[in-house]
């Protein structure tokens, strides 16, 4: 039993950090919460979930389980919902997530609120805030009937503090043979890099198409953010064009970030890139353009050639 | 094969020239992901594989104006489930879903998300509803098996996967799926001769409880106006000094 | 009167607009200052629907009327800024496309008509001489009947869409002494024998339509491709020119509604002395004055286009409508660089290639002093 649920994400190896964001919602929304985590050989990831504060660490663990296709994954998560009698299914806006959850709603007969930044009382009810239109507006929406499905923008919830008292680790039993059989994994195409993870880095250093080529673009945005231990993103274009790969896009579509520092370099300031950026502490943009919409944003702005620019101040980093 | 593309008609995201700005009477564009749709399924069939183009949206008389769009670009026929009423994206599911029983297609594919909504829900939940195998934020589509599978290559948090699904599947595009083609007159002049069926809830039997509900709408507070710096060392020096983020 | 567009004009009209400025505004500036020919572009506004606009569409045009066509010419005008683009796709329409239209056989329509609609082919006409321009009918190129075949010998000069052009309607005697009467219309195709497309001709403005001179040296071409009658080219070529007086300048409405708007957007974001120029009376002056040209432009040639589709004579119209709109646009660009400032002689701020283009309007499709001469003459003087 347990007021709500939350999926917990991982890559195989380590649970993602970010989707322990979602327990914080949990604990504003009160009440009891276990954490769900689904994969083969879980060994050692659900020890690292114990002391978030949960009333159990419910692990479903099977080998049909080794890849998160959405069918046999949201078959599992609303099995788990309801034996736990769950009123919220929670969890932290990501691929992973948004591909299975709603899935797991319909199932479950619930309806869903994606990206839900903050959440208020009014009327005697909860309402959730969550962005619309590129997150240009933000909508207050309130949801009725008995369960929900909710998954949190990760940037505009503190990561839990990891102190409680451990919690016990539960199996959880589901009919593996009945799991549904449509889909099947291929294969997969990621790299794994020394830099930080990009929604969680402190610093983010992030390119557009000015930045000519994918060796123009490594050199500058890849040097620049080395030199301050940050991660990389890119704008819709500079990935379209082949410069940066899929993961590094940021936008209305891609990630939402929200670092100590994001460096914007020959970024015009699109609509729908500055839905992924408008939560960062301080913002620098970097164009030639004097126009451009970035500027209106920036906490501080040079306007000048980026290729010019970067290099200058990538030596005065290094010289401290 | 049979290919039933759902899209949705929103207010055009490059109109604004404030973001998000009420503008009176803001022009309406179909959803650029459902556009990538629309394209990819004109594809299919330019390629062979498909023989109908479906077309379904929910929406009252001024969406009209989208669907004859879709028909100029060359989906063959369409229908307007008739509804004004805001609805949330599992509504909208279960009203597909009695679409899909009605047209039984072969593949449904539709965009990710709705760049006014951006929930990204609705696909999603459409194949839980009817128990089908999805492919959500995919970029490359490739029939296998005299199209039994659709293997397709999905763009995710960390790179790219590819996953095969066998058919009739719900697929959700992404971005670089395609570029979709712009409507052409003589497209336009044909698609004044394509029909437009009109349905409602009921005739689908489909009773809409509205179990989201939208209770207000507010512009975020704007970010303080910043500063231009002249140099890279004065932007360094605040970095440091004023920002303390170096 | 019924100004109002109907529901099916408004989405043509839209999607022409929507189409060119999404697929037809890349490399301009470049292309003007290389003197280079969009082809791309001339393709992908064929597979839209451009060069078949007014073509009945059995020969796979859009059949649409003249009021249609001139919108969709003009609204193309507004959305598209490569106006050297737009006077090649109206040398096409109406010097070749026309002229097939209304004196074709049968043959000649199934057989050229579908290519020139769709994009495929580029058609263009030589009727002006080194010596004859605005004499037009003193052309001296000779086509002598020689068995199953037309032998043209002569020169002709200022042939837009000539280096690209893959059809010309050439205009020559088949018997010098018949004077007009004698003028015949002929379907060339490029590369007939003979036929020799010389070098380009550089020119001041609309740049990125190619033009050359064209020489016929024995040139042969064979029988049914006589255009209409032996010696019925004069007559052929004076109900083309009509079409192509009323129509030739729809685009530079629409490209005048855009410098208009230009001009409003720098006036008001322009600021000098702590105010925005527009405020300024010699500034709102001249924006006024471009404003009554764009609407009266727009006016004439929407009642000339009416005319010609209720079958009305619009010989005194079209006329009209070809000298107004061109002084119209000419002063429209002179002004807009005035307003502009220094900004407006830059090529990068694109204005300046306006009025570089606008001033051939002034030349083409008969002068305004020939066009002065055919509205003096018919008001009786």
């Not at chain 1, 604990?27 to 919460?33: N, R, S, V």
């Not at chain 1, 504060?53 to 078959?75: I, K, N, Q």
């Not at chain 1, 899935?103 to 959440?119: E, N, Q």
Request: with cysteine; net charge neutral.
């Amino acid at each position: 039993m347990a007021e709500s649920l939350i999926l917990i994400e991982h890559d195989r190896q380590q649970v993602k950090r970010s989707s322990l964001h979602a327990i914080t919602l949990a604990q504003q929304l009160g009440g009891e919460y276990a954490l769900l985590v689904l994969g083969d050989g879980l060994g050692g990831m659900s020890a690292s979930l114990v002391s978030y504060g949960a009333c159990a660490v419910v692990v479903a663990d099977d080998p049909l389980l080794a890849e998160s296709l959405a069918d046999r994954y949201a078959t599992v998560i609303a099995e788990a919902a309801r034996q736990h009698n769950a009123k919220n299914i929670l969890g932290t806006s990501s691929t992973f997530s948004k591909d299975v959850l709603p899935r797991a709603a319909a199932l479950l007969d619930a309806p869903m609120v994606s990206d839900v930044v903050a959440i208020e009382e009014i009327d005697g009810s909860i309402s959730y805030r969550r962005p619309i239109n590129a997150g240009s507006m933000f909508a207050m929406i309130k949801v009725d009937g008995d369960r929900r499905v909710l998954t949190v923008r990760a940037t505009a919830f503190e990561p839990p503090a990891a102190n409680a008292a451990p919690c016990p680790i539960k199996r959880f039993e589901f009919d593996a043979a009945s799991l549904p059989n449509c889909m099947r994994f291929i294969s997969r195409e990621e790299r794994r890099s020394d830099r930080p993870d990009l929604t969680e880095a402190r610093v983010v250093v992030s390119g557009g198409r000015p930045l000519k080529d994918k060796e123009t673009f490594e050199r500058l945005v890849g040097g620049l953010a080395d030199m301050l231990g940050g991660a990389i993103g890119a704008t819709r274009a500079a990935v379209d064009a082949g410069m940066a790969p899929n993961d590094y896009q940021i936008g209305q579509t891609g990630k939402v970030v929200a670092p100590e520092l994001y460096i914007a370099l020959g970024i015009s300031g699109a609509i729908q890139h500055l839905a992924g950026i408008k939560d960062s502490r301080i913002i620098v943009a970097i164009n030639k353009d004097p126009d451009a919409p970035i500027f209106q944003i920036a906490t501080y702005g040079l306007v000048g050639d980026l290729h010019q620019i970067v290099p200058q101040l990538i030596e005065s980093i290094r010289r401290g | 094969m049979k290919i039933l593309v759902p899209f949705k008609s929103v207010p055009d995201p490059n109109d604004a020239t404030v973001a998000g700005a009420a503008v009176s009477t803001p022009k309406s564009v179909i959803n650029p992901f459902d556009e990538i749709a629309i394209e990819e399924a004109l594809r299919i069939r330019e390629r062979g594989e498909a023989t109908e183009i479906v077309g379904a949206t929910i929406g009252a008389p001024a969406v009209d104006e989208q669907i004859r769009a879709a028909l100029a670009m060359g989906v063959d026929r369409a229908i307007r489930i008739d509804d004004s009423r805001a609805l949330d994206p599992y509504a909208v599911a279960r009203i597909l879903r009695a679409v899909v029983e009605i047209e039984a297609p072969h593949l449904v594919i539709m965009g990710k998300q709705a760049v006014d909504d951006d929930s990204n829900q609705v696909g999603q939940m459409l194949a839980g509803l009817l128990s089908w195998p999805q492919a959500t934020f995919v970029s490359k589509i490739e029939f296998l098996d005299n199209k039994a599978h659709a293997r397709c290559t999905r763009e995710t948090d960390a790179g790219l996967e590819v996953v095969e699904v066998y058919l009739p599947a719900i697929i959700t595009t992404d971005l670089r799926l395609n570029e979709p083609r712009y409507v052409s007159l003589p497209g336009l002049m044909k698609a004044r001769r394509k029909q437009i069926e009109i349905l409602t809830c009921d005739q689908l039997g489909v009773t809409v409880r509205p179990l989201t509900t939208v209770l207000s709408v507010a512009r975020p507070p704007k970010r303080g106006a910043g500063t231009r710096v002249e140099s890279v060392e004065e932007l360094i020096t605040k970095l440091k000094q004023e920002a303390k983020v170096l | 009167m019924d100004f109002a567009w109907s529901d099916q004009q408004r989405e043509l009209l839209d999607a022409v607009g929507r189409f060119a400025s999404q697929q037809l505004n890349y490399n301009v500036i470049e292309n003007d200052r290389d003197g280079v020919f969009n082809h791309d572009a001339w393709k992908k506004c064929g597979g839209f629907g451009i060069q078949g606009l007014p073509v009945p569409t059995e020969y796979g045009g859009l059949g649409l009327d003249p009021l249609t066509t001139v919108a969709a010419l003009e609204r193309l005008g507004y959305a598209c800024k490569d106006n050297g683009l737009l006077f090649s796709i109206n040398a096409h329409l109406w010097t070749a496309v026309t002229p097939l239209v209304y004196n074709g056989s049968e043959a000649q329509k199934k057989k050229y008509l579908p290519g020139l609609c769709n994009g495929a082919l580029i058609g263009g006409n030589a009727m002006s001489e080194p010596n004859s321009g605005s004499d037009a009918f003193s052309l001296t190129t000779t086509a002598i009947k020689k068995g199953s075949r037309y032998i043209l010998n002569g020169s002709k000069i200022f042939v837009t869409n000539g280096p690209v052009a893959d059809l010309l309607v050439v205009f020559a005697t088949v018997d010098k002494t018949r004077g007009p009467d004698g003028i015949s219309a002929f379907l060339v195709e490029k590369n007939s024998p003979g036929m020799n497309v010389a070098r380009k001709l550089e020119k001041m403005g609309v740049r990125t339509s190619p033009m050359a001179e064209v020489f016929f040296e024995n040139c042969e071409v064979p029988e049914e491709n006589l255009l209409g009658k032996e010696g019925g080219g004069a007559f052929l070529f004076t109900r083309s020119m009509t079409w192509e007086r009323g129509c030739i300048l729809a685009s530079a409405v629409g490209s005048m509604q855009r410098l208009l708007e230009t001009c409003i957007r720098y006036a008001n974001e322009r600021k000098q002395g702590s105010q925005s120029i527009g405020k300024f009376q010699l500034v709102a002056s001249k924006i006024v004055d471009m404003k009554l040209r764009v609407q009266s432009s727009r006016h004439m040639l929407y009642h000339y286009a009416w005319l010609s589709g209720h079958r009305k004579s619009v010989y005194l119209e079209s006329a009209m409508t070809k000298l107004h709109i061109s002084d119209s646009w000419v002063k429209c660009c002179e002004d807009a660089i005035q307003i502009h400032g220094g900004y407006g002689y830059m090529t990068e701020y694109e204005v300046e290639r306006e009025l570089r283009d606008a001033i051939a309007s002034k030349l083409y499709s008969g002068t305004s002093e020939i066009q002065r001469n055919i509205v003096a003459s018919m008001l009786g003087l």
